[in-house]
């Protein structure tokens, strides 16, 4: 008989509790033990001992149970949700409508990046508010995932640049207003999904054994409910990646790096992330490769993932013998500085980069003087006036929004619909109010100077001629810029008709593609995981012949097929 016994346990929630709570992680301790399981992990513990089973659950204060081991082989403890007492939190979320923020300017950008796009396709986004809750949602309604810039001001807060991750179809995030270690008030970007919440509660908390922990069992949920949410993008599949980074798995974190096509579908973050994956596996050169490209796509959205980059360009910088090209000390230290520089501004108490956007940086200005407040209001009228969302709080409002680096965002109500000819008439604005007045001002300017010019031939005095053609030469390039404003549109607007269908269609296209590639890294996914999974109680396929192959020889086959097209996408 072993000396050892098995232990495991479990959540024992009812169903008015959170989802995300069954996936919290608890440490064991015991005589000489101290290991950090997620629910359904097993632990070797001595026998005739007592074990102590500590969970520390964001929003809930530490749960502690004591175990007895006596000679049971294998012991699974039950943690009930009544040991879950709701502790005051010092950020909790607060009314934004208190601080004369009832009504808030909001505009969308895509996230800022370098010299590449930061993607080809538009993506068609909504800004939601609610009649009972005090904050407001940005959702993706297209398939493409693109990190996102929300700018966003009230009467009194300054404007703010708020970094969004990528969103998947359908998916959503919410800004939301919280006074984080009794300080000002500031809105921040969270996810709607539970399961991000509960990870990022560990990560802002700096628990980044839990959130490993934690990042297993959801990640394991989720391809249980549904396989292509295993490897899309979402951003509690980013909040993942950070969860393995910071908690140095690195197994792990190279397979959900591979899974996701974290290089080419999350941007800077997931270039950031595939690189400390390559730092972890003591591949340095290659972790150099993936720093330099994220440094072309501009910032990391979250914040964690600018001082991973910081911190990867300062030891990379120091490894004279793994730098090549002598550009390459160049380039680590621009990033460096980039980093250092955003870090500066940013603010510290969000996930996710927020930047002020005037020379006032603090995010509330209650407290502020009454000059600093008048001029942060009135510089919320211009604000407001500027930018094409204006939503209140507590509305229940629906704004849409295309978002388009091609051309200024057009915001209309969630009721209007657009035809053809309003989607021409987007695509190019002829002149209108005060401006068509000025277009034909100058355009009859220019024919009275002509007539004027005809009857001034015969004149036989060549200094006021020249004198005159000079002039005649300013007027008529106003002229003509005018007529091409008025007529210009009319002229272009079926090569820009055709162009923005074949934009279209490539979008189609390219959303198709997306699709596909998604479904087949979570069909090679399953089938890597479903290796080996046959046990005694599932037996083999009843022989019909001497050639038939068994079960398990079938997903050993199809297994290593889909790890030869796709790597390793799983860690057992």
Not at 101 to 130: F, H, K, M, R, Y
Request: a neutral charge; charged letters at 25%; one cysteine or more.
């Amino acid at each position: 008989m072993s000396d050892m016994a098995k232990l495991t346990f479990h959540w024992d929630l009812p169903d008015s509790a959170d989802p995300a709570i069954s996936f919290a992680p608890a440490r064991v301790i015991g005589k000489n033990l101290s290991v950090m399981l997620a629910p359904g992990d097993e632990v070797e513990v001595p026998k005739e001992t007592i074990a102590h089973i500590v969970a520390e659950v964001p929003g809930f204060r530490r749960y502690e149970k004591e175990v007895s081991i006596c000679f049971e082989e294998s012991i699974c403890v039950s943690l009930g949700a009544d040991g879950l007492t709701p502790h005051a939190r010092f950020d909790v979320p607060q009314d934004p409508r208190k601080e004369g923020a009832s009504t808030v300017a909001v505009n969308v950008q895509p996230w800022a990046s370098g010299s590449v796009p930061t993607s080809t396709i538009p993506a068609d986004i909504w800004l939601i508010t609610e009649e009972e809750a005090s904050k407001f949602f940005v959702q993706n309604q297209s398939e493409a995932a693109v990190p996102l810039g929300v700018e966003i001001s009230s009467r009194l807060m300054p404007r703010r640049l708020l970094a969004v991750p990528q969103m998947g179809r359908n998916e959503r995030c919410q800004i939301k207003w919280r006074r984080p270690h009794a300080s000002v008030l500031r809105p921040g970007v969270e996810p709607s999904d539970p399961f991000g919440m509960l990870l990022l509660g560990y990560l802002d908390s700096g628990r980044f054994q839990e959130a490993a922990a934690a990042a297993k069992g959801i990640e394991h949920g989720r391809a249980e409910r549904s396989p292509l949410d295993w490897s899309s993008v979402s951003y509690t599949q980013l909040l993942i990646g950070y969860s393995y980074a910071l908690g140095r798995d690195q197994p792990r974190l190279s397979a959900w790096s591979r899974r996701s096509a974290a290089v080419r579908l999350l941007g800077a973050d997931g270039l950031v992330l595939t690189a400390e994956a390559a730092w972890q596996g003591h591949h340095e050169r290659d972790a150099l490769e993936w720093l330099l490209e994220a440094a072309v796509l501009g910032p990391p959205t979250v914040t964690l993932g600018v001082e991973m980059e910081l911190r990867l360009a300062t030891i990379l910088s120091s490894r004279e013998k793994l730098l090549v090209e002598n550009t390459e000390q160049w380039q680590l230290a621009r990033i460096r500085n980039s980093c250092l520089l955003l870090l500066t501004r940013a603010d510290s108490d969000t996930t996710t980069i927020s930047l002020p956007q005037t020379e006032i940086t603090t995010p509330d200005l209650s407290d502020a003087s009454t000059i600093r407040r008048i001029k942060a209001r009135l510089e919320f009228m211009f604000t407001k006036w500027r930018y094409d969302y204006v939503l209140k709080l507590l509305s229940g409002q629906k704004m849409h929004h295309l978002l388009n680096p091609r051309r200024r965002a057009s915001a209309m109500t969630d009721t209007s619909i657009k035809d053809a000819d309003a989607e021409e008439t987007a695509l190019v604005r002829s002149l209108s109010g005060p401006a068509i007045w000025v277009a034909i001002f100058a355009i009859a300017a220019w024919l009275g100077f002509a007539i004027f010019l005809l009857t001034q031939a015969g004149s036989t005095g060549e200094i006021r001629w020249t004198r005159i053609v000079w002039v005649f030469a300013s007027v008529e390039a106003i002229a003509f810029a005018a007529a091409g404003a008025l007529f210009g549109t009319a002229v272009q607007r079926s090569n820009v008709v055709q162009a923005d269908q074949r934009a279209k269609s490539a979008e189609k296209e390219a959303s198709q593609n997306r699709e596909e590639a998604v479904a087949g890294r979570a069909l090679a996914a399953s089938l890597q995981a479903d290796e080996g999974s046959g046990g005694a109680g599932q037996g083999r396929l009843k022989s019909m012949g001497a050639d038939t192959p068994s079960s398990d020889d079938v997903r050993g086959r199809h297994a290593q097929l889909a790890r030869s097209l796709f790597g390793d996408l799983v860690r057992h």
